[in-house]
């Protein structure tokens, strides 16, 4: 099949980049990293691309909140070419710092498809301090990222993070079911003996989608989760199985949602209709 092309978004505080495209590379896609001024100055165009990356990172060093600023260089500059980009049928996917200026451009959760609009928040963490550890995930909605997973674990590694929205919001996210991820008490958490929830994000949110799926935004970094050895109770989980005489999962579970959006464009091309490629796909627990 023809390799779909990922566009990871660089510049003025970005700083995941190499892992971002590391990661669609490894999952079988063709990245470029380009720097927003190039697709400003017309020098790359987003029309060239199936998917839109924006990785973690501190964009413009927070200074005017996380990801707001990035979004504004953005909506004044690259709009008309991102509402394009969305019609067309585009996936687009937010981690950390990307997560936040999708919120801030009001691309999630967009409610009633109205892009552009503001509606939720991501403010300081409870705590007030920035948090680097790892959560555990539970998949709640159906986006063509989350194909086949239903949990997961990866790393945090932010001081905004906590999800707030208004009560006629939240209720029309869970009516629409655009909670993507919730944090939840799982094996990582109890291996280390950790609160689910990190930053207290509010019903424990840790991810949206917007009403087509196609756009996904998350605080974890799925990126940092690619293989079994990064995970932070790998050696035991590694003895279990040797006992169990199991073999070693060669990978990590963040890969499979990169796989996912490079899987995407395959199923499409195979005529697959929307189900088919929600089922195509074997379920993935935690390990």
């Known amino acids: 099949m023809k390799k779909p092309n990922i566009l990871v978004f660089s510049g003025y505080g970005l700083n995941c980049e190499e892992e971002t495209k590391f990661a669609f590379e490894k999952a079988g896609g063709a990245a470029d990293i380009v720097h927003i001024n190039d697709l400003i100055e017309g020098?790359?165009?987003?029309g060239n691309y199936q998917i839109l990356a924006f990785p973690g990172g501190f964009a413009y060093g927070d200074d005017t909140g996380s990801g707001n600023a990035y979004a504004n260089k953005l909506k004044?500059?690259?709009?008309?070419?991102?509402?394009?980009?969305?019609?067309?049928?585009?996936?687009?996917?937010?981690?950390?710092?990307?997560?936040?200026?999708?919120?801030?451009?009001?691309?999630?959760?967009?409610?009633?498809?109205?892009?552009?609009?503001?509606?939720?928040?991501?403010l300081h963490n409870s705590s007030a301090r920035y948090i680097d550890r790892w959560v555990d995930l539970k998949v709640e909605n159906k986006s063509p990222w989350l194909v086949g997973i239903n949990k997961l674990s990866a790393p945090i590694s932010h001081g905004e993070g906590r999800l707030y929205v208004s009560e006629e919001v939240l209720k029309q996210l869970k009516e629409k079911s655009l909670i993507a991820l919730r944090y939840f008490k799982g094996e990582v958490c109890n291996y280390q003996n950790l609160e689910s929830n990190p930053n207290g994000s509010i019903d424990n949110i840790a991810g949206l989608s917007d009403e087509t799926g196609r756009i996904l935004g998350l605080m974890p970094h799925p990126d940092r989760a690619l293989f079994f050895t990064q995970l932070p109770n790998w050696p035991l989980l590694k003895e279990k199985?040797?006992?169990?005489?199991?073999?070693?999962?060669?990978?990590?579970?963040?890969?499979?949602?990169?796989?996912?959006?490079?899987?995407?464009?395959?199923?499409?091309?195979?005529?697959?209709?929307?189900?088919?490629?929600?089922?195509?796909?074997?379920v993935t627990n935690s390990h």
């Not at 020098?43 to 987003?46: A, E």
């Not at 990590?252 to 195509?280: C, D, M, P, R, T």
Request: net charge positive.
């Open 76 to 122: 004044n500059h690259l709009w008309k070419d991102i509402v394009k980009f969305i019609s067309q049928g585009g996936l687009i996917i937010g981690i950390c710092n990307g997560f936040q200026i999708l919120v801030n451009l009001g691309l999630l959760p967009a409610l009633n498809k109205k892009y552009g609009e503001r509606q939720v928040a991501l």
């Open 241 to 282: 199985l040797k006992r169990e005489q199991k073999p070693l999962f060669p990978e990590g579970q963040g890969l499979q949602i990169f796989k996912n959006g490079v899987n995407y464009f395959a199923n499409i091309k195979e005529g697959l209709s929307k189900n088919e490629i929600f089922s195509s796909l074997p």
């Open 43 to 46: 020098l790359v165009s987003i």
